[in-house]
T-cell receptor
């Protein structure tokens, strides 16, 4: 069984400030981990993924995330927020293999607001 | 590339009628398509997984006779909500995977269903 918890349904930062969106997961098997972003009236877009290679993963738009097995975390960061980063962000987990390979379990989402 | 189109984006129907939602992969052949449901301020919940030419696999608790899924081609899957009732009102989202990239899902923009 898998689950994902995103701490904070809303995060607000100033433009230029650090962005930190938290994600903790629970999985009985080695997981793949993902961050997706959703802009208004658009489908979810993949930001980055961890699939058991390097634990620090770099994604699009300057975002990165670090897989920490000991903390069961996969927090998303960006050093300097931009107004265009305002969106809803979803953390997701899937099994790395087996019959449920490819099936995603999502967190509740975090809405990021960026203030000028 | 890897664009998924969902139609309609919004539909209103009367209680007791059936509604069909289409999910198309526009520029690739989708080996697998997924259907999700999202309630307000909640996460995406996987409803079913479908592969072209075979019966969909439904998640526990999802009524397969209520939510009919057809995956007749490598670029089209449909979800039909039969005899819709107000409690079926929700946001329905589809996604698709590419051959060789089974761990990445490409999402449609979703369909908002309102049953009166």
């Amino acid at each position: 069984a898998q689950s994902v918890t995103q701490l904070g349904s809303h995060v607000s930062v100033s433009e230029g400030a650090l962005v930190l969106l938290r994600c903790n997961y629970s999985s009985s098997v080695p997981p793949y981990l993902f961050w997706y972003v959703q802009y208004p009236n658009q489908g979810l877009q993949l930001l980055l993924k961890y699939t058991s290679a390097a634990t620090l993963v770099k994604g699009i738009n300057g975002f990165e995330a670090e897989f920490k097995k000991s903390e069961t975390s996969f927090h998303l960061t960006k050093p300097s927020a931009h107004m265009s980063d305002a969106a809803e962000y979803f953390c997701a987990v899937s099994p790395a293999g087996g019959t449920s390979y490819g099936k995603l379990t999502f967190g509740q989402g975090t809405i990021l607001t960026v203030h000028p | 590339g890897a664009v998924v189109s969902q139609h309609p984006s919004w539909v209103i129907c009367k209680s007791g009628t059936s509604v069909k939602i289409e999910c198309r992969s526009l520029d690739f052949q989708a080996t697998t398509m997924f259907w999700y449901r999202q309630f307000p301020k909640q996460s995406l919940m996987l409803m079913a997984t479908s592969n072209e030419g075979s019966k969909a696999t439904y998640e526990q608790g999802v009524e397969k006779d209520k939510f009919l899924i057809n995956h007749a081609s490598l670029t089209l899957s449909t979800l039909t909500v039969t005899s819709a009732h107000p409690e079926d009102s929700s946001f329905y989202i589809c996604s698709a995977t590419l051959a060789g990239e089974g761990d990445i899902q490409y999402f449609g923009a979703g369909t908002r269903l309102s049953v009166l």
